[in-house]
Structures are given as C-alpha cells and as structure tokens.
C-alpha cells in the first residue's frame, strides 16, 4: 500500500457518537463538503457550509456505522468511519 500526497491533519470527535459530532481540521485546512452515508450507501447528511469545530446534529439516525466523506477546499477527499450508538 502507498500513499501520495499528504495526509490530512483531521479528526472527529466525540466517536462513538451519541447526538452530535464535531470535525477538527489543521489551520491550513478548510472543509468545503461533509458527507454522512450509512451502511447501505444513503446519504444521511450533507453540508456545503461546514466551519471546523461546529457541531454535527446526528440526532434520529438509526444505530450503527457510518462512513464520514470529508472534501476540502483544495479537492482532498477524507473518508472516516464513525459510530452512532444513541445511548
């Protein structure tokens, strides 16, 4: 496995997740799009307009994994799974 480019300075918090979950980024970094999909490949939530540190509404979603699509400015593309418990 290789990997070209740099990696991201990004990370999601809290995971697992109750009712909200927030993404930080590098200060160099800015978030143009934030995807949530779940396991059967629906999007759950978008937001073109994502400041780092707000606070994501994950409120309703059924339990379960999720895969977290994270765009950027520049056009670099970060995948993350989070969990959803609902306790």
């Known amino acids: 496995l290789t990997f070209e480019?740099?990696?991201?300075?990004?990370?999601?918090y809290p995971n697992p997740v109750s009712d909200r979950f927030?993404?930080?980024v590098g200060a160099r970094e800015?978030?143009?799009k934030v995807e949530l999909f779940d396991s059967n490949g629906?999007?759950?939530i978008v937001s073109d307009r994502y400041t780092a540190?707000?606070?994501?509404i994950s409120k309703g979603l059924s339990?379960?994994?999720?895969?977290?699509?994270?765009t950027m400015n520049n056009g670099a593309v970060e995948i993350r799974?989070?969990?959803i418990s609902n306790k």
Do not use: F, M, N
Request: aromatic content about 4%; overall charge positive; cysteine-free.
């Open 63 to 70: 339990a379960g994994t999720y895969v977290l699509k994270v």
């Open 30 to 32: 800015k978030i143009s």
């Open 53 to 56: 540190g707000e606070s994501i």
């Open 5 to 12: 480019g740099t990696p991201l300075d990004l990370s999601v």
């Open 42 to 44: 629906r999007r759950a």
């Open 22 to 24: 927030s993404i930080k």
């Open 81 to 83: 799974k989070i969990v």
